[in-house]
């Protein structure tokens, strides 16, 4: 965790570095160019370059047993609508597994070896 916070302190020290947090739900594009983003409350944030640090976020869904809905990680949503904003702008999408494998169980049996007569 100290290599994180170490890190945090370093870039809030460079004036040129601003710290938004917020989803982001949209590009914006000017002339076939990156011009910002869209966040999921409204703000557009212009930029020259955009950076996506979505792992599995866009629109995750999470499978429970026989049920789904979507989802990040613990308590966090899914990314939607930039996904189909990636698409039609000829990306690729596909879905890959990246979640914790069922644990197994093993059911213990308290046995009765008698005792001491």
Known sequence: MMFAA??????????????WQDTVAGLLIND??????RTSLGMEIPSKAVVLTNGTFLNGL????????GGGRVAEKAATG???????????????KAGTPPG????FELQSHGGNN
Do not use: C, P
């Not at 076939?32 to 983003?37: L, T």
């Not at 930039?82 to 596909?94: A, D, K, M, Y």
């Not at 197994?104 to 059911?107: A, E, G, L, Q």
């Open 32 to 37: 076939g160019r990156i011009a910002g983003v």
């Open 82 to 96: 930039i996904t189909e904003q990636l698409i039609s702008l000829g990306f690729e999408s596909g879905r890959m």
């Open 62 to 69: 999470i499978h429970i047993g026989e049920k789904n809905f």
């Open 6 to 19: 170490e890190w945090r302190y370093m870039l809030e020290q460079n004036k040129n570095v601003d710290f």
């Open 104 to 107: 197994r169980w093993k059911k």
